[in-house]
């Protein structure tokens, strides 16, 4: 008998490969790709990862709105974004593929499960009666399409486990995982980890991690047995400075960075928030680190969360509430009452695509126009955003080191992509971290009139801190006009308008405290693309892109949005045009043409997606060369 051999596979060396897993929301593939950055972050990619949720809660499955993706880009390179072009996809069903497809590039791999292409499969997202696409022979001539049955093998391959039918339809994942590890060259070993950890502690589930670990295991061998690829691909480690490296998301790196606020100001912070989809998992990493001094708290609304919180900051403690768009505004009357008591707070806001409930787990910037107005009167705020999932880490400390220097709350937007998305951080010395310097007055600070709680500081203009129940500083809050030094109410008109003008020229001040806006590229020339935000990968890279091409572009990122940098409106007027790309209609190009009266060029998408690079690059060549 002639014994079948695997042809010899060759391997082939690639500066970066973008990936993306798609299927059902109960397929588990914000795991598989998350396996799938974990092994790349040690291995020594450089990475970047746009997880994307369906926007409802459980939608039908095998439905095109139920469909869940994880896009990953890891390269031996610097890269900011998870990329544009798909190189590979994993698809779990139709629906995954229909949804997804176009997004593969000419010649991609496309690996697709294909005991799940069922009539009625087909028929549920959409597929016209009698229509197979793995049967396209366009779809077949455009993409290097692979059919695996991987539930049957899956099932094959478990057969003598002893589990049930349920139990082992879940480990498909694995299976798939394991197929993209052999392609990709990873090893294994790591999720084997994180399954038996995973599941160790749980009573009566250790079997449930070996049928994992076997599926896993049975993916790994077929893609070395089968001759579905002839080629196998390495992305070599990229060079980093030495350092301890972790991967990080920006939500993740919200909630290190306000515990390190918290331990550098000496201060506990009481974190006040209701559930709301992308910020829920800051309350949820808060919470696991209480031994840090911090107190979460779970409320029965926007509202009581926020007032929660100002009761924290009055008691003496740092006062930070969550939330994101559509809270935010439920948030604004209690925002007005802590800029009256000119009381530190932070409320971090993970911008989501609206109005209304929108599309809950797609991004937009969404609410800057919102965080600069949306409160009664003549009310500034302090205004921070983080422009990466690791940046969420400098500017959480940021939003309270400016908050209880200025006795003022901040508003820190982060938004979905990046609070969700992931990318390596070097871990920082925290010793080399400042320090938050924080002084309540005593009675020794009592003047001859007595305690005067809004005298100010000549600099900041911040009032004092003072803890109630300190002996001779008893003094009055509400939310009623304060009278100058004394706090007490006040309905005079000149008082009034004292205030309203002290309050504000406080938050212009803070510019004395921020950093300069950087450029990158030629300090002056012909073009600037101004971003803030999560827009930072992509116009970091398609301004790279379009240099490479000959085009004089420079780029500059706004982490500071009210008040700007103090060198701002020096930076525009060092160039002839400024394009603005917002996934919005344009809420930073309001702002700068109104506060400086400069011409700007909006590049805007509001599609609840962040920017394709390609495009990015396309428009902005289009501006130049209009």
């Known amino acids: 008998m002639t014994t079948h051999q695997p042809i010899e596979k060759t391997s082939a060396v690639l500066d970066s490969v973008v990936i993306r897993f798609c299927g059902d929301s109960g397929d588990g593939m914000q795991l598989t790709g998350g396996q799938f950055t974990e092994t790349s972050a040690i291995f020594g990619n450089d990475f970047a990862t746009f997880p994307d ?6 939608a039908p499955k095998g439905t095109t709105f139920g469909v869940s993706g994880f896009q990953l880009q890891f390269s031996s390179e610097d890269i900011f974004t998870p990329g544009d072009r798909v190189n590979a996809m994993i698809a779990m069903n139709p629906a995954g593929l229909k949804v997804n497809i176009d997004d593969v590039e000419p ?100 079997e449930v991690a070996e049928i994992n670990i076997q599926a896993l295991k049975a993916g790994y061998y077929f893609g070395e047995t089968s001759e579905l690829f002839p080629s196998r691909y390495r992305v070599p480690p990229a060079k980093q400075e030495p350092g301890i490296y972790r991967q990080i998301s920006g939500n993740e790196a919200t909630v290190l960075g306000l515990v390190t606020a918290s331990q550098k100001a000496n201060k506990p912070i009481v974190y006040a928030s209701y559930p709301i989809t992308p910020a829920s998992s800051v309350i949820q990493g808060l919470s696991n680190l209480k031994r840090f001094g911090i107190k979460t708290i779970q409320s029965e609304d926007e509202i009581a969360a926020i007032c929660t919180a100002i ?34 707070l932070v409320i971090v806001d993970v911008q989501r695509a609206g109005p209304a409930t929108g599309l809950p787990t797609k991004t937009e910037q969404a609410d800057l126009l919102q965080a600069m107005f949306g409160r009664h009167c003549e009310s500034p705020l302090i205004i921070v955003a983080p422009r990466s999932p690791s ?49 309540h007055p005593t009675i020794a600070d009592i003047g001859e009139d007595g305690f005067r709680p809004y005298e100010r500081d000549p600099q900041t203009l911040a009032r004092r801190w003072a803890i109630p129940g300190t002996p001779g500083l008893e003094h009055r809050v509400g939310s009623l006009e304060k009278e100058d030094e004394t706090g007490n109410v006040s309905y005079d008109p000149d008082n009034h308008d004292k205030m309203v003008r002290l309050r504000a020229e406080k938050v212009a001040r803070v510019a004395e405290s921020i ?56 930076v525009l007027r060092s160039f002839k045009k400024i394009i603005i790309p917002e996934i919005n209609l344009g809420q930073l190009s309001f702002l700068i043409r109104a506060k400086f009266l400069i011409e700007t060029h909006g590049i805007n998408i509001v599609k609840g997606q962040p920017f394709k690079v390609e495009t990015l690059a396309e428009r902005i060549e289009e501006v130049i060369e209009s």
């Open 391 to 439: 940046d969420c880490f400098n500017m959480a400390i940021e939003a309270v080191r400016l908050s209880v220097k200025y006795m003022c709350p901040v508003i820190y937007l982060s938004d979905g992509y990046i609070a969700n998305g992931a990318e390596p951080w070097k871990v920082p010395d925290v010793n080399q971290i400042p320090e938050i310097t924080i002084t």
């Open 515 to 570: 950093p300069l806006l950087e450029i990158d590229g030629d300090p002056t020339g012909d073009v600037l693309v101004l971003g803030w935000g999560g827009t930072y990968g992509s116009i970091t890279t398609a301004v790279h892109q379009l240099r490479v091409k000959g085009h004089k572009v420079s780029s500059a990122h706004l982490q500071y949005l009210n008040p700007f940098p103090s060198n701002t409106e020096e």
């Open 53 to 58: 949720f369906p926007a409802e809660i459980r």
């Open 107 to 206: 010649g991609g791999i496309i690996i697709v499960n294909e005991d799940e292409f069922t009539k009625g499969n087909l028929s549920k997202c959409g597929y016209p009666a009698g229509y197979n696409p793995l049967d396209d022979e366009i779809i077949n001539a455009k993409y290097t399409l692979v059919k695996v049955p991987m539930s049957r093998l899956t099932k094959d391959s478990l057969a003598d486990s002893g589990m049930g039918a349920k139990d082992i339809n879940r480990c498909r994942n694995m299976f798939a995982l394991g197929i993209v590890y052999w392609l990709y060259e990873r090893p294994i070993d790591q999720t084997i980890k994180y399954l038996n950890n995973k599941f160790a502690t749980k009573k009566n589930l250790p």
């Open 311 to 344: 009761g924290a900051s009055f008691a003496g403690d740092i006062g930070v509430t969550g939330t994101s768009g559509p809270g935010l505004a439920l948030k604004g009357e209690a925002m007005g009452l802590a800029l009256m008591l000119e009381l530190p």
